[in-house]
């Protein structure tokens, strides 16, 4: 693609579609449903830094539905599970520091 995107998987009406991966210019990788060329559905990614990774659903291309986020930097980091409404984390259950639900 003249974006320099790298895309495995299904088209319709020539956007990304179904299934596929996705690998954008910085490194930052997707694997998992797309719809109309947005993540839609259960998928995972792992963007370019490798800091943060999140699993789980999509939903117009933001974080929706149940997932894991998991972010790391200068040795810290941070783990949850939680129920995502349009990329914001609605109700979280904290496990990276051997805590409880939120």
Known sequence: RPNGERYFGEFVNNRYHGSGALEMP??????GQMREGRYHGVGGINFSNGDVTYQ????NGLYHGFGKYKASNSGASVSFIAYFRNGQPVKKFDFGDGGGAE
């Open 56 to 59: 789980g659903h999509f939903k």
């Open 26 to 31: 910085d490194g930052t990788k997707y694997i």
